[in-house]
Every structure is written in C-alpha cells, then in structure tokens.
C-alpha cells in the first residue's frame, strides 16, 4: 500500500492529473504464476485486504517524493503490459495537445510500477477470474485519492486511500455495509449508520494509546450502532495509535451534528476522551434522559422502593450535570424526561424549571412513571399516584407551565385537578392519559387553547366532553366501559384523525357515527374491534353524509374471523370521497379470552359477533368514483373473502390497486388452524382470473410478502 500512495502522489503522476480525463480506471489481470514477487511483498503475503488498509492508514502522513530514476525492481517480472481502459473526457481536446493514443501510452509508463506492485499484492492471488481495478479520482475538497477496488463479484468492495496515507472505511457499490471486527472479512447487514461517510472519519476515533484495552477484542464480534462507521479505525487501532485525531479537528456545528446522532448518555460521555470534547454534553441540542438510560433497565413487575429512589437519583444526578452546565449560547431545542414519581421527582422539575427560565428551550416533553404498572395497581395505589402528581405539580408550577408534551399514567385524581393541570400548562400539546380518571364513571371536560394530539387509554370515565379544542388535530380513544356514548365533540373544526377501539361486551351500546361524531368533518378514521363484537352500527349515506363528507382513508382492524365483511360495504356507501379502504381479519389469541365460564362471568357476547351488524345492500346501479386502494390484511382463498372483493370491484370503477395479505405474525399465539393464503402460482394466477376475467376489472392484484 506504501508503494501505491508513494506512487499515486508522486510529482510526475500529480503533474499528470492536471490534463487527465476526470476518471482513470487501469484493468489489471492476477499475477501469473511462477513469476516472482518483489520482496516487499513477501512479507506481507499472509495479511488480508483490511490488516494491509489499516496498516497503510496508520503509518505517518506521506511527503511527495520524487520518482527514482533506478530501474523498479518489479520491472522484469511482468513482461506483458497491463490492460488499459479510459473514459471519454467530458470536453474535446484543443487542438495541437497529445492525441489519446500518446496520453494511453504516457499512462501506461506512469502506472507501471503501481500495477506490477498491486499484481503481486496477497490479496489479488485468489480467483483466477476475478478482476480488479484501480480509479484515480479527483476530490476537490480532499485533493486527490486512489481508489481500489478489489475483487470482481457484486458487489465490489472500495477501499480509498487519501493522500496523507489514511485509508477510508470500506464501501459495498450499491448496498450498505456493516464491517466486523475481523480484518479480512466485510458483511452486508441491515440498520446501517445513516451518518453521512466523512473521510476523517476513518481515522478520528481511533482511541489514543494510554486508552488502549489491554485485552485484544474478539475477531467475531459485530460493532454497535454507535461505532459501526468508524470499523475500519477500529481495525487499525492494532497495529499502529500515531495518527492525528481528525474528527475533534472538525468544526462545532459538524462536530454537533454527530454526535447528537448517539444516545443522549453516550454523546455525554464523549466529554472525557480529551479538552477539546469536554464542552461537547453541554453544547447539545437535544437531551433525551429516561429511567434506565443512566443505570440498568427496570423491570417494573419487580420493582421496590429503593430501586426507584436510586432511578430517580440518577436521573437526578443526569439532568444537573447537563443542564447546570450550559451557558445561553446553545439553545435546547428538545428536552425530555422519563422518571418515576416520588422520591426526587420534585427536584428534577425544579431542575427544569430553572433550565426553562434562565435558557432558551424549544419543547419540553415529560413522562411521569408509577412503580407499579397498570395491571398490579389496587385502588388505593391510584390513590397515591395521584397524590404524588398533585404534591409535583403544587411544587413545580413552572415546570408544566413551559411542558409541550406530558404523558400521565395509573392515577386517579379529584374533579379539580385536571382542569387545574389544563390551566397551568398553557403551552401544551400533547396529552396522554393512560389508566386515569376522577373516580368511577365520572365526566371528564377538555378546554384548551394549544392542544394538537389527545390519547385517553383504558379510562374509567363515563364520558369525555371536547368542549373547546381549536387546534385539536389527532384523537385516540381507546377501552371504556361507559353504557352510553364514551364521547362528545364539541367545537374541534381542525379534527382530521381518530382512532377508537374497543373490546365490546354485551352491555356496551352500538355506537352510531353520525350522532357520535356531531359536527366534526374528519379526514382519516381508524377502528380496531379487538377480535370481539363488532360495536359499530352501518347506517345509510343520509345518515353520514356530514361527518363522512370529507373522508379519505378508513381502517378497520382486527375484526373476528367469525365475523361477515359485506357490513363494511357501508363506509363506500357514505364516505363518496373515500380513496383507500384498509381491512384486517384476526383472531389474536393473545388478547382473547377463550374459556366459555370465564367469557360469561365477564360478561362477553354468547351471540355472533357481527350479529347487531346488519346492512341493507344498496340498489344495483350504486358506484364509487374516488376508491383507488383495497387492502386486506388475514386474506383466505375462501368464499367470504372472495365474494367480498368481488362486490367492492362491483361497486367501484376506479379501483387500480388490491393487496391481499396473509394472517400477521404472533410467535405467542400460534394457531395450528390451516392456512389458506395463495402462495403458489397456480393460486394467485386463479385468483387474478376471476377478478379481472370474470369480473372484467383492471385492478391489479398484489400478494406482499411481508407481514404487516
């Protein structure tokens, strides 16, 4: 490799570069056997492809020198030249300069004692076939580099060596790739960095020596998100620890612009690898800390008192050491925390409250934490929950008052509270409530100015009024046990999406979309049914003419397989704007209860699911003009899933595009049911005759591989 950047960096090849093409690429055949190396070479011939890059990369910087008028002594032991290939210049030559036939020749001297060298390097001894090839390109913010590429399957690895002798991290033309520790061996996997490749990068996290682990890492082991893209400085950290740290030499901006890349705990420990990164954890834009982050993971289900005191302690101890230490020259632009309540929760929002008041802060998310997940709280530990919240919120004012985002969880708080919480955070837009209300079966009113995003999760309230939300955009209701309408809309005009689901039970009313729903016009609307009683009425387009008027995209999820699909025929028939439908049919074992005692004990339906879904099927002549899209997620060659696909065909004449998927994927529920999803051929040629033949369409038939 010496010999190649001696070479590529000579005078005489540099005076060359100036009037070359812009890409050189020299063709070079294996060396022919029985023909002597040079010495040098020798040497070296039991080394791979990355020990000989890193070994290159960690040398010192190469001066230019100039080309020895000695004859090489490589010279004798090729006597046929080398194949030569150029490409044709962008621009004509002037008249009057060197033909292509002189500059082919001019190259050919030039390039001949790096050809002979790379032709007795180890690594080009192995398939006799194969072919490789070196690309002098010219960067103009790097100077010039050598690019060489070895090897002639697909795809080809490219090895860049820059002028100071570093060498760059190995590239895969066309695919991304993942180097593993072991220096002769490159593998292509998934989850790549998606940091853009800088060429310090190859050498500038290489540690120095006093950091060196005694302990030689494993050949096998497979690098971390963390430090995937820097695999070849990891290579070469073995054999050499001289060469300049490149990446600190960057610029603060760019610097920044990486190392926010990492986890919030990692990019804070970069502060002591030297004096030029210890400002770095209190530059940064972004501070994400959660509960486990800083210590181990915890396991909530066996979680005690002390456990969460050092949680919270350390979170405590995290979120001093990077916000006390800013100044106001670096601005947050996201902070988030995750910690439980309790013990500590106070001072950690007194910390961000004096974070929010002394330095500028863009958006200030919270999520606050029960010891005990929802499952394993008793009422009275409900009780306490809420208790916490109030003493926090009395004793942090500021803190919600600055909070964009704020998820709540296994609390129970007084009538009070919550409106109290809603005027204090006037600056919030997020609001998750999981397991909480203000006792059973009680009225929940929400009025807020900011507000974008509500999700209300397994809730004891009766109903949820949605008085005054003027910026209200995205709604996820979801697990009630209200008798009547679990919800109310009152003034949301920026509506567009709601999500509601729900496992119905007998006594859960049929809910229906036009009275539910009121004034508001929404966009996307999503239906989970949970694998039990379908809890939806099919009205008439009269009905929904209003609230369906702007539809474009329904989803209904997880309807029984027991269940008639030729109900949901309503939601074309209302909805005249509608452009994709999505159906998925699943019995999800997993969330399902089974046992015919327990099913009546708790008060599940003993009829047919879909047996409150009755539908008029509209006249003969009904047709849907906006439908492009039908998914069906569960699909079985059966005839309630054909029949079906045949009447949406029927009904709509722009249809262009049908995905029929399999079941999804539970590995813990397992069903030894058979399966009826095409997956010959044969098949799925069937199916697509009696769609587009029988039925006389032109919409085209997918089968995804994937499951989704």
């Not at 997993?590 to 003993?606: A, P, Q």
Request: include cysteine; charged fraction near 25%; aromatic fraction near 8%.
């Amino acid at each position: 490799m010496d010999a190649i950047a001696h070479w590529a960096f000579s005078p005489s090849v540099l005076s060359f570069l100036h009037h070359r093409p812009r890409y050189t690429t020299v063709t070079t055949s294996p060396p022919t056997p029985g023909v002597p190396l040079p010495p040098r070479f020798h040497q070296e011939r039991g080394k791979g492809i990355g020990s000989q890059l890193c070994a290159a990369a960690c040398r010192p910087p190469i001066s230019p020198i100039a080309p020895s008028s000695s004859p090489s002594p490589s010279d004798a032991s090729n006597e046929d030249p080398p194949v030569l290939e150029q490409r044709r210049p962008n621009k004509q030559l002037p008249k009057g300069s060197c033909t292509p036939q002189s500059k082919q020749r001019q190259l050919h001297s030039e390039l001949r004692p790096a050809i002979e060298a790379i032709e007795a390097a180890p690594f080009l001894s192995g398939d006799p076939e194969s072919k490789q090839s070196i690309t002098i390109r010219n960067r103009p913010h790097f100077e010039f580099s050598l690019r060489v590429s070895i090897g002639g399957g697909n795809p080809a690895a490219i090895y860049t060596i820059w002028p100071d002798g570093t060498a760059a991290p190995p590239v895969f033309e066309g695919d991304q790739l993942t180097a593993t520790r072991e220096p002769s061996a490159c593998r292509i996997s998934e989850g790549t960095s998606k940091l853009p490749w800088h060429p310090a990068m190859s050498s500038s996290l290489r540690r120095r020596p006093a950091a060196r682990p005694t302990a030689k890492p494993s050949a096998k082991g497979r690098l971390n998100s963390s430090n995937r893209w820097s695999s070849l400085a990891n290579l070469g950290e073995e054999e050499g620890h001289h060469q300049d740290d490149r990446l600190s030499s960057l610029p603060n901006d760019l610097l920044l612009n990486i190392i926010e890349r990492l986890d919030t705990t990692d990019a804070a420990r970069t502060g002591i690898l030297s004096r030029r990164w210890k400002p770095i954890p209190a530059m940064l834009s972004k501070i994400c800390l959660t509960v486990g982050s800083s210590d181990c993971d915890y396991d909530r289900s066996k979680l005690t008192c002390d456990h969460v005191v050092r949680a919270n302690a350390n979170m405590l101890q995290a979120t001093r050491n990077l916000l006390e230490s800013r100044t106001s020259l670096y601005p947050i632009h996201l902070l988030r925390l995750q910690f439980f309540l309790g013990d500590e929760s106070d001072s950690i929002g007194r910390a961000v409250a004096n974070t929010i008041s002394t330095k500028k802060v863009g958006s200030v998310e919270l999520t606050l934490l029960t010891k005990k997940g929802g499952s394993q709280c008793s009422p009275a530990d409900f009780l306490t929950h809420g208790k916490q919240l109030k003493s926090f919120v009395d004793a942090c004012p500021n803190t919600f008052g600055g909070l964009s985002r704020l998820s709540l969880e296994n609390l129970r708080l007084g009538e009070s509270d919550f409106p109290k919480i809603f005027s204090i955070s006037k600056r919030l837009e997020f609001l998750r409530l999981c397991n909480c209300d203000m006792g059973l079966l009680s009225l929940l009113e929400v009025e807020h100015p900011q507000l974008r995003e509500l999700e209300i999760l397994k809730s004891d309230f009766e109903r949820v009024d949605l008085n005054w939300l003027p910026k209200l955009t995205t709604l996820s209701f979801a697990c009630w046990i209200s008798k009547h309408d679990p919800l109310s809309f009152g003034y949301v005009p920026l509506l567009q999406t709601l999500n509601i689901s729900n496992t119905a039970l007998s006594y859960h009313k049929m809910l229906k979309l036009s009275e539910l729903l009121g004034k508001a016009a929404i966009r996307d609307l999503h239906l989970n049914f949970e694998s039990e009683k379908i809890w939806v009425k099919p009205e008439g387009p009269r009905e929904l003419s209003q609230v369906f008027d702007k539809l474009r995209l329904v989803s209904l999820a997880d309807i029984s397989e027991e269940c008639d699909l030729t109900w949901t025929m309503f939601v074309l028939q209302g909805a005249p704007s509608l452009q994709e439908l999505s159906i998925k049919v699943w019995d999800h074992l997993c969330d399902m209860v089974e046992d015919e005692e327990l099913r009546k004990r708790l008060k599940y339906t003993e009829v047919k699911k879909d047996a409150c879904a009755q539908w008029e099927a509209p006249a003969s002549g009904f047709k849907h003009h906006n439908l492009t899209v039908l998914r069906i997620f569960g699909f079985q060659s059966e005839d309630k899933f054909v029949d079906y696909i045949a009447g949406v065909i029927e009904a709509s004449v722009s249809l262009e595009d049908i995905y029929l998927y399999e079941k999804p994927a539970c590995e813990t529920c397992k069903r030894n049911t058979k399966d009826r999803y095409p997956r010959t051929n044969k098949e799925r040629i069937a199916l697509r005759n009696i769609f587009n033949w029988e039925m006389s369409s032109f919409a085209r038939i997918h089968f995804p591989s994937s499951r989704n």
